[in-house]
């Protein structure tokens, strides 16, 4: 699944508002976030993920360490818009699930979240796509907090149930503030794993939503499927092109090759689309490794060499240059300003 580089305005408003209430000041959240109060009450809006992600270090700076899980826990079916009121009316939580991994793109601009099935448990996996904007340890683990705990915040309302999951599963190291793990997950926690994930037993995906209409749900689908269909027709191309690039990159070598033979057409058609849209390729990398360039660069646990290694570049040295060519400036001295 293509991730969008912005997510729903309703997901940002409840950020914005639980935020307020807990001390963090509307001015400053309105100018780490470049839209104010009055703008996030436009439902017809998207608001760029970087922007949101922006404001919650903010808003973790500037409250306590566990607000991340405090936010989730405060996740709420009716806040999050139409597919909180989608999966509201599914027969029982495995429907919902699979309703809410099919809406995901509306509300989880950095993550992707998969369902993983066998005969005993269900495991649902997180990972963070967009690391170019969480590179810090501390980054990536607000974005996990925030994601599973919210998921188990609809969870459990959902169920009208004292809901707890068998295990939970996170890829870094057990946190100072484990006290608030375990009073909010209530399950056996597992830090150090290989992904970030929520394991359920089999029967706990068979639990009843109560009241939920049908008819509402089919209604709603309808709504929604049409809603993120307007919503990626209105992508421009090169947007598309630019995510790919961004995926790619620290994977090492890229060619517009790879790229189009990603996006299943030839390099030709693609070369035309952005030409269409008034730019190139080229110009797309340099913009999009610039910009990465810059975020890595305020990252001071990355090396220069490890931000040219993420970057695509084979010498250090290639790196600089273009860095140099950019903004006048060379990587180190930029980094140390």
Known sequence: MKKLLSIEVAVVRMHFNILERNGVPKKILEDTLGF???DIQNDDIRIPFKKNFQMLKKGLELTEPTMALKIGKMYSLQEVGIIGQLIRNCRNLE???????RYQNFYF?????????DDSYRVLKHSIVQTVYCTEDDEKRLIT???LSSCLALIRQLTNENFNPKEMHFSYRKPEYIDAYETYFRSFLKFNQKEDSIVFKKEQFKIPIPDHQPYMKDILTQYADAKIEKLESNIRFQDK????????????????EMVS????MSRWTLTRKLKKEGTTFKNLLKIQRKEMALNYLENKKLSIAEIAFLLGYSEVSAFQRAFKNWTGKNPPKFKDR
Do not use: D, H, T, W
């Open 109 to 117: 601009g950095s993550s992707i979240f998969e369902l993983i099935s």
């Open 145 to 147: 907090e925030l994601n």
């Open 36 to 38: 104010s109060r009055e």
């Open 241 to 256: 092109v630019r995510q790919m690039i961004m995926e790619l990159l620290p994977k090492g070598i890229l060619s517009i």
């Open 261 to 264: 033979e990603k996006l299943n």
């Open 95 to 101: 429907e919902a699930s699979y309703q809410l991994l």
